[in-house]
């Protein structure tokens, strides 16, 4: 009998837990799940501040799922195709918008364009910018008086600067550096890596290491964003970090966000595409992802970013372009460096 009353005394108290968590499951907020790189989220990033705001207005919980960069997420996205458990993606860089457009895993963003404030026409139905800024080599004006003024000075000068770069294969800086050389080059670019070969310190995985050499001196430019320095003023009140103008043009870095076609939440993920477009998400960008953002905020841009360098010429391939002469461009490149 006690081994009876006890079993039934536990049979009682797991009814009555199942029947008070009931209404509270039933309460549970939706969730919408965002892939993004790293930095995004890390430490010094955006992501925390975006959660907050999104999840105050939504009544919903934002999880980030974080890859290194954009070549990973759209790695990931192939490795997982239908069953991947994103709702959205945020941190696609434009030169890899066909790439990743050709998984067939996006629906259209369904937002209106209009008030974006880039440097180039908008017309893409399926991903969106949420930030941008032009490549650009950054240096220490206490160390290298005068920079170069143009792209063609810079690789053609045998005792120009010592330059840390990105590998095209797997930074996104890196590809878009790549593409730069071919825009101002053309069928020359080959040969003018290999001009530039020996000044090259190394090419890094990614933009965080290559910076991370520059900082500690290894180098005396690096390639990096025209906002880099407002990051140095902002955050560190240092003003000796400068971009150097090029006379041919900077080479413009987009990044994109998109709605998956297999979400679902595709309201939840369509209301994170508009709230990316509003005053609270793009105040979060200039001084929390040190990026232009892609709708100017109503307060206009912070002090910091008085100096950003505005090039008179934008230089960009298409989407389109960048997949199919990638590889071509890579292999050029491999060839040249390897010489």
Not at 92 to 100: F, G, I, R, S, Y
Not at 275 to 299: D, H, V, Y
Request: charged share 20%; aromatic share 10%.
């Amino acid at each position: 009998m006690t081994f009876l009353n006890s079993r039934m005394t536990r049979i009682a108290t797991a009814l009555a837990a199942l029947l008070l968590a009931t209404p509270s499951m039933a309460q549970e907020k939706p969730a919408l799940t965002v892939y993004t790189y790293s930095s995004f989220t890390g430490k010094y990033g955006p992501g925390a501040k975006v959660k907050a705001a999104f999840e105050a207005e939504c009544s919903c919980t934002l999880n980030w799922v974080a890859s290194d960069d954009a070549g990973s997420l759209v790695a990931r996205l192939k490795l997982e195709g239908e069953a991947t458990k994103a709702d959205a993606v945020l941190g696609l860089d434009m030169n890899l918008a066909a790439e990743a457009k050709a998984t067939g895993l996006f629906r259209p963003h369904g937002q209106e364009s209009a008030a974006l404030t880039l440097p180039i026409a908008w017309t893409d139905d399926t991903f969106l910018p949420f930030d941008w800024g032009h490549l650009a080599f950054v240096y220490d004006s206490t160390r290298l008086a005068t920079p170069p003024s143009s792209l063609k000075q810079l690789v053609d000068d045998p005792n120009g600067p010592k330059l840390v770069l990105q590998d095209p294969r797997t930074s996104a800086p890196g590809l878009g550096f790549l593409l730069w050389m071919r825009a101002v080059y053309g069928d020359g670019a080959d040969a003018a890596w290999t001009r530039l070969k020996p000044r090259i310190v190394t090419f890094t995985k990614g933009w965080s290491e290559a910076y991370g050499l520059f900082l500690k001196g290894e180098a005396d430019m690096v390639l990096s964003y025209a906002t880099s320095p407002a990051y140095h003023i902002g955050a560190e009140k240092k003003t000796q970090y400068k971009a150097a103008p090029f006379s041919e043009g900077h080479y413009l870095h987009v990044e994109l966000a998109g709605m998956t076609r297999t979400t679902r939440q595709p309201e939840l993920a369509k209301r994170f595409l508009a709230f990316m477009l509003s005053g609270a998400f793009q105040s979060l960008i200039p001084e929390g992802n040190w990026m232009m953002p892609a709708r100017q905020p109503a307060g206009g841009l912070p002090a910091s970013f008085a100096d950003v360098i505005k090039p008179e010429r934008t230089l960009l391939f298409t989407p389109d372009e960048v997949r199919t002469q990638r590889r071509t461009f890579i292999d050029a490149w491999l060839a040249a460096a390897s010489r």
